[in-house]
T-cell receptor, first 117, second 107 residues
Framework: DTGVSQNPRHKITKRGQNVTFRCDPISEHNRLYWYRQTLGQGPEFLTYFQNEAQLEKSRLLSDRFSAERPKGSFSTLEIQRTEQGDSAMYLC???????????????FGEGSRLTVL | KNEVEQSPQNLTAQEGEFITINCSYSVGISALHWLQQHPGGGIVSLFMLSSGKKKHGRLIATINIQEKHSSLHITASHPRDSAVYICAPRGSEKLVFGKGTKLTVNP
């Protein structure tokens, strides 16, 4: 399978715990995006990387959230001291882009669903 | 006012009907994506377009950049087309997503 892979697919945790999600993009894609989606809403942008550089972060991404893409391949999204409001689907997507131009389609993973009790 | 407005929010059709979903946006864009999301969360990109019209099988997407409007059409709809369809204009790297149109096609 050469699509975007996310794991875990589901995570149930208690409030206050830390969680980490991983995204493996399509191998040749240099751009990687994280989105959050709550029930009945469209996805909201969190952050994106071009290769290993994190180029933009949403104000939605509080200090408890951190994302990395250390070698320009897979990425991790960590949420520290989780709160019930963090319960959502966390979506990863990848694409190919050059400079300011996205040249390719966006490919999404299946998402990681977080439930904070 | 939301940056992206989709209509209708919910749509129920009979198998075989022609479907139109509309998207209006207020931001300047370089391209617009139409996405399909099935129950369970998986999102599939249907189209990325910056002008004119694109066709893929029974799906057709059009965009009018001057009017800031795009439409997604489904010809000869089928129950397997039942999903949420999301319009996502690309003004910068952060796509702005509409809330989606939930389509149900009954046999």
């Amino acid at each position: 399978d050469t699509g975007v892979s996310q794991n875990p697919r589901h995570k149930i945790t208690k409030r206050g715990q830390n969680v980490t999600f991983r995204c493996d993009p399509i191998s040749e894609h240099n751009r990687l995006y994280w989105y959050r989606q709550t029930l009945g809403q469209g996805p909201e942008f969190l952050t994106y990387f071009q290769n290993e550089a994190q180029l933009e972060k949403s104000r939605l991404l509080s200090d408890r959230f951190s994302a990395e893409r250390p070698k320009g391949s897979f990425s991790t999204l960590e949420i520290q001291r989780t709160e019930q409001g963090d319960s959502a689907m966390y979506l990863c997507a990848s694409s190919l882009g050059t400079g300011q131009v996205v040249t390719g389609e966006l490919f999404f993973g299946e998402g990681s669903r977080l439930t904070v009790l | 006012k939301n940056e992206v407005e989709q209509s209708p929010q919910n749509l129920t059709a009979q198998e075989g009907e022609f479907i139109t979903i509309n998207c209006s946006y207020s931001v300047g864009i370089s391209a617009l994506h139409w996405l399909q999301q099935h129950p369970g969360g998986g999102i599939v990109s249907l189209f990325m377009l910056s002008s004119g019209k694109k066709k893929h099988g029974r799906l057709i997407a059009t965009i009018n950049i001057q009017e800031k409007h795009s439409s997604l059409h489904i010809t000869a709809s089928h129950p397997r087309d039942s999903a949420v369809y999301i319009c996502a204009p690309r003004g910068s790297e952060k796509l702005v997503f509409g809330k989606g149109t939930k389509l149900t096609v009954n046999p």
